[in-house]
């Protein structure tokens, strides 16, 4: 556990095990939330974990932001910086926009990049009015209206959750350090990571992989994962789970990562 200095922020990482660099990253997931997974692949693997930008215990200094470029400098810079590389970079979320990003402006640093399920609304025929809908719901939970916006949050993932369940997750007393998280997420980080648009000629160099949760389907990041591997002109790879199956079953998680990256380098080579 190591904390990295960068032009305007303070990373927490963790490094375990030995053997190629694997990058585990989300956006706003923080590092504890890969723990199980990058346990099972510190096994043959050298594995870092962060929490990226503003989340937890990544410092800001004040007025900073957490644009996907940015997060993508700070994986550059921390990847270098455990001279391991090049890295295998399994994103999940906004954090696969942050690999995108990497491989988009830092390929030097990237091996194979596994975007899993991207939320790049930008890329879909009615992202107007999707980011018209995140938009106020981004404005709902800053003006107060938290249980209401995360209602509206997973309504437009097409996540079902009953009113309830919301209701007892996010109501009432919770943990501070969980709720400056995402209040960091709907006010500077949400509304850079869904409006990102990737350069698709410059991603088609480099080796990426587009991965859907098998639940996912009908989603809103199925669709948005889907249109970018079309543009990609690639073939989706589904993985165990939904859009939190690293978390929900990270032993099938990891077995399909490591086949994955197992063939793509019999291939390489």
């Known amino acids: ?128 009015q999707l980011l018209a809908r995140s938009e106020r719901l981004m404005a709902d939970y800053l003006a107060g209206d938290v249980v209401g916006a995360w209602k509206q949050f997973f309504r437009l993932a097409g996540i079902f959750l009953p009113d309830e369940a919301a209701e007892a997750m996010f109501g009432g007393e919770r943990d501070p350090e969980q709720v400056a998280a995402e209040r960091f997420w709907f006010g500077h980080e949400m509304r850079e990571t869904i409006t990102w648009l990737p350069d698709v000629d410059r991603l088609r160099e480099a080796d990426v992989v587009v991965g859907i949760g098998a639940d996912s389907t009908g989603q809103l990041c199925d669709r948005t994962s889907t249109a970018l591997a079309g543009r990609l002109g690639l073939e989706p790879t589904r993985f165990p789970g939904g859009h939190t199956g690293f978390v929900d079953a990270p032993e099938a998680f990891a077995a399909a990562l490591c086949a994955g990256l197992a063939a793509r380098g019999e291939t390489r080579s």
């Open 1 to 128: 556990m190591s904390t990295f200095e960068v032009s305007d922020a303070e990373l927490y990482y963790e490094v375990r095990g030995n053997g190629p660099l694997t990058v585990l990253v989300g956006a706003p997931m923080d590092a504890d939330a890969f723990a199980p997974l990058a346990a099972l692949l510190a096994t043959d693997r050298t594995v870092l974990t962060l929490d990226p930008r503003g989340v937890k215990r990544s410092t800001l200094t004040p007025g900073g932001t957490s644009r996907p470029e940015q997060r993508a400098d700070d994986l550059a810079q921390l990847i270098r910086h455990v001279d391991a590389g090049p890295a295998d970079v399994l994103g999940s979320s906004g954090g696969a926009v942050s690999a995108l990003a990497l491989a988009q402006y830092h390929p030097d640093v990237v091996r194979t990049v596994i975007a899993h399920e991207p939320p790049l609304d930008r890329l879909l025929p009615d992202a107007d």
